[in-house]
């Protein structure tokens, strides 16, 4: 079946998501034409959900054998998204925050050796929603996860590593008690 090029770059994203309703605001996090996903919905790559959308398992794993490398561009429009205050918003109720999150972290483990400012942004945030949740032991793995990051791209004085480095320790206190 035929797919254009945008419509490729979807399925890709969504190859890298987990197997489960992906919510209908991915085509604002994916910066794409509601137009493509209807589309892909049409041949069957993906389906409508409730909630919104989804991707078979067996899809997704002919897709990643078929794209076996992963580049950064594919999916640099999510990627930027995610650590935007619209995607986990602090009100959010706690389903919502948890999907979101179980989305980040399975498009970011494939790209944790991506030494780019917005994924430090993006760890920084999924520290922050475990912080919030009291999951320490996680919040300081994505804390230092960012701090790496920050300190190869930005350097020991910026603020983002400083503050990074703040809430580490922080988070080891609170770990501690």
């Not at 969504?14 to 994916?30: G, H, N, Q, T, Y």
């Not at 503050?163 to 080891?172: H, P, W």
Request: proline share 2%.
């Amino acid at each position: 079946m035929r797919k254009n090029d945008e419509q490729k770059r979807i399925l890709k994203n969504f190859a890298l998501m987990p197997s489960i309703d992906i919510p209908r605001e991915v085509k604002e996090w994916l910066g794409c034409n509601i137009n493509d996903i209807s589309g892909l919905t049409k041949l069957g790559w993906l389906s409508v959900s409730k909630n919104g959308y989804y991707m078979h398992p067996i899809i997704k794993e002919s897709i990643l054998l078929q794209y076996e490398e992963k580049k950064y561009e594919d999916f640099e429009a999510i990627i930027r998204y995610m650590p935007r205050d619209e995607y986990i918003k602090e009100g959010d109720i706690y389903t919502q925050v948890h999907t979101r999150l179980n989305i980040a972290e399975s498009v970011m483990s494939h790209f944790c050796d991506v030494e780019k400012v917005e994924v430090g942004l993006l760890f920084n945030n999924i520290a922050e929603v475990y912080r919030n949740q009291a999951e320490y032991a996680k919040a300081l793995e994505w804390f230092q996860k960012a701090s790496a990051i920050y300190e190869k791209v930005l350097g020991l004085e910026h603020h983002y590593t400083i503050e990074t480095n703040k809430d580490i320790a922080t988070v080891k206190t609170l770990l501690n008690q």
